[in-house]
C-alpha cells in the first residue's frame, strides 16, 4: 500500500505526459447541390462546350440517362440536361477519342452489356456514335494508349471476371483487342506505368469474395498485357487509383475497400512491384475516392466518399503511406457514391473543388475550397438547394 501511494505520488510531482490532438484542417466547404437522374453512380468533370469553365456529367443507372451541368465559372452550375443513353448505364469516361480536341464519351452499358460512344460536339452537345458488345456488365474504364499508335483506347473491367481491350482507331470508332479473364468479380480499373518502362500497365480490383485483392499487369506496350501479380487489400475493394504517398517520385497504390471502412495504400518499389498495405480508417461504408494534396504541404491526401454514413472524409497523409487521425467528415446528402476534382476555370491560379454524385437523393454536391491561405476567394456558401 505504500509502494502504490509513493507511486501515485511521484506521478503526481513528474505530471502525466499529455497526448497531442491532431485537428485536421477545414479545407473545404459544401457550396450548393444539384438534381440529377435516377441513382447517379459516377460523375466526371471536363469543358464540354469550349468556354475553359468547368463542366459535369453523371451517369444515371435507374433512369437510362446521363446528366450534363455546364459549369458558370465561378462554382456554380446550370441545370441539368439529360440525355438517353443506354441500358443502366453504370460509368463514364471522357476523353477526345476521335482527335478534334472536343471531349468524347465511352459508357459501360451494364445492363446491355455494352459500350456507348458518344461523339462531342463542342458546344455541350454529343451526337450517339459506335457501340461495343462486351459481354456481361461493364462497370468501369480506364483510358489511354496502350499500343503507343498515338490513338486513345480503352480497357473494360466487366463484373464477369474479364477485361476487354477496345482499341482505338481515332476516329471515334474502336476494334476489339486482347479479352482476359481473370480475377473475381473486377470493380475498377486504372492504368499508368508502374515499372518504369514507358508502357501503359493495369491496376484492377477485384471486389469479390474469392479474392479482395488488386491486380497488377505489366503491358507490353502494343495494347496486349503480362499476367498479372496480386496484392491483398481490405475486403470488398471498389476501388483502385495511384498517387505519390510518400514523395520518392514513385506511383503508389489507393484501394477503397467497400468493407471494414478501411482504405489501402500499396507504396510503389518502382519496378512494378508493391510493399505489403498500408490500411487507414475513415467513416462508414467508403465507396469511391481520389488522392490529391488539399492543404498544401506537398503530401497527398485522399478524400472519400462514404455510402452508409452519408458523408465526404478528408485524410490527411504524413508523407509514409498513412494518414492522421481523426480525418475531417463532411455530411452530405443521402448516399454519396463517387466524387471528382474539378477546376472551376482554366487558367486560373485556384486549388480543385470537388462534385460529389449522391446515389439516393438524385443529386449532385459541389464541394469548393477554401483555398490554402485560410480564404475564399470570392466565393462564399450560398443556402444548399
Known sequence: MLRLSLLLL???????????????????????????????????????????????????IQDNSLSILMGNGDGSFQDQRKMKACQEPRNVSVADFNLDKRMDLAVACSGSGQVLIFIGEGNGYFTRGSQYPVHRSPVDFANGDLNEDMLPDLVVALRNDKLQVLLGQGNGKFRFGALYEYGDTPTS??????????????????????????????????????????????KRPLGVSFSDFNSDRILDLLVINGEMNTITVFLGNGDGTFQEGKDS??????????????????????AVVNIQSSSMSLLFGKGDGTFHYPPKHYTTPYGPFALTSMMIATGRNEQPGLAIVNNAANSVSVFLHHGLNKGRGNLEPSPQS
Open 281 to 302: 480508417g475513415g467513416d462508414a461504408g467508403p465507396n469511391h475516392g481520389l488522392a490529391y494534396d488539399f492543404d498544401g504541404d506537398k503530401i497527398s491526401d485522399v
Open 10 to 60: 511521484l506521478l503526481v510531482l513528474l505530471g502525466c505526459p499529455k497526448q497531442e490532438t491532431y485537428q485536421p484542417p477545414d479545407m473545404v466547404y459544401m457550396y450548393k447541390t444539384y438534381p440529377v437522374g435516377k441513382n447517379p453512380t459516377s460523375i466526371k468533370s471536363a469543358d464540354f462546350n469550349s468556354d475553359g469553365f468547368a463542366d459535369l456529367i453523371t451517369s444515371n
Open 189 to 234: 480499373v486504372s492504368t499508368a506505368d508502374f515499372n518504369g518502362d514507358d508502357h501503359l500497365d493495369l491496376a484492377v480490383s477485384n471486389g469479390g469474395p474469392m479474392s479482395h485483392a488488386v491486380s497488377i499487369w505489366p503491358g507490353n506496350g502494343d495494347g496486349t498485357f503480362e499476367s498479372p501479380t496480386d496484392y491483398r487489400t481490405g
